[in-house]
């Protein structure tokens, strides 16, 4: 999968210490190999989250757990997953023994963006600007920013006195009216699955199947996900879109079907009714 993202041109990685049960990290480093220390190449991790103990040995058991749950439970095509609500930070320590910790998880000398994940509690949140200046200072991060549901992220902002360059919020939150020096979305997956909700997006969605050839084997799923990506990018076009994908031919797919003229048409066609009904699910 980062072979293939690297293949494309994606120079950008996120992750964090909780995410793939505490194994992220460890194996974006592993994947990008002697390349992690390339200049080209941008790591993001954050802080706030711990990671779940015995995160390894259930990491371990996942995929094992997945084939069985895949045979015993039917598939349910483009079913929402249930929301995930947004957490306060249980991290404990500090945020120089997070930002040590993580350079050593990822095997790099400097991280390229450290980014709060949530909001922060207590002394940390009131210790964040300082403790942001201090590892900035000490050359072990290059950009700062803040991560997670809307109103945690402005609340970081607001504590981190003008240092956060990074805003880094969920799809739906895009008309929110934080200012940063880069806007990064993610959840762009789970507002694409809401958009076969919306009637007044109904006639649009059944001319994408002509947009996009079969030779890409997307789903509708994939399909509008594809059109979603492109939208995003003609009304923020200096935004950082995250992409999360299952597999390497699918992440392939999906960023190739990106650059096909008769989608970017359609996306032309149909950008009222894109931002109508994206902004119909905040």
């Known amino acids: 999968m980062i072979h293939c993202a690297l293949d494309m041109g994606i120079r950008r990685f996120d992750v964090a210490p909780c995410y793939g049960l505490g194994t992220a ?28 103990r ?9 995929e094992p757990y997945r084939a069985l749950r895949s045979l015993a439970l039917p598939s ?41 994940h ?13 403790d942001m200046r201090d590892i900035v200072r000490r050359g072990l991060v290059g950009r700062i920013g803040c991560s997670g549901d809307v109103s ?3 609340y970081m902002q607001a504590q981190s006195e003008g240092l956060a360059q990074i805003v880094q919020i969920a799809l739906q939150h895009h008309a929110n009216g934080l200012a940063a020096t ?16 919306v009637p007044s997006f109904a006639k649009a969605d059944a001319d994408l199947g002509d947009a996009i ?27 950082i879109l995250i992409i999360n994908a299952s597999s390497a031919r699918r992440l392939s797919a999906l960023v190739e079907a990106t650059t096909e003229p008769a989608l970017r048409h359609w996306v032309y066609a149909n950008k009222s009714h894109l931002e109508s009904a994206i902004d119909k699910k905040k």
């Open 213 to 239: 050839p079969a030779r890409y084997e997307l789903n509708d799923f994939g399909r509008r996900f594809a059109g979603v990506l492109v939208w995003l990018e003609l009304r923020f076009p200096r935004a």
């Open 182 to 197: 880069e806007l990064r979305f993610f959840n762009i997956g789970n507002s694409t699955r809401q958009l076969a909700r």
């Open 118 to 130: 949530e909001r922060l509690c207590g002394v940390l949140a009131e210790r964040f600007a300082d």
């Open 25 to 52: 990290e460890r194996t974006l480093s592993d994947a990008l190999g002697r390349r992690r220390d390339s200049a080209d190449i941008e790591i993001t991790t954050k802080f706030g989250i711990l990671p779940p």
């Open 76 to 116: 349910h095509g483009d079913q929402l997953p249930p929301p995930v609500l947004a957490t306060t930070a249980n991290f404990t320590g500090t945020a120089l023994e997070a930002v040590e910790a993580s350079r050593r998880a990822l095997r790099v000398d400097r991280v390229g963006a450290f980014l709060s």
């Open 54 to 62: 015995y995160g390894q040995l259930m990491a371990w058991l996942r």
């Open 152 to 154: 945690n992220v402005a």
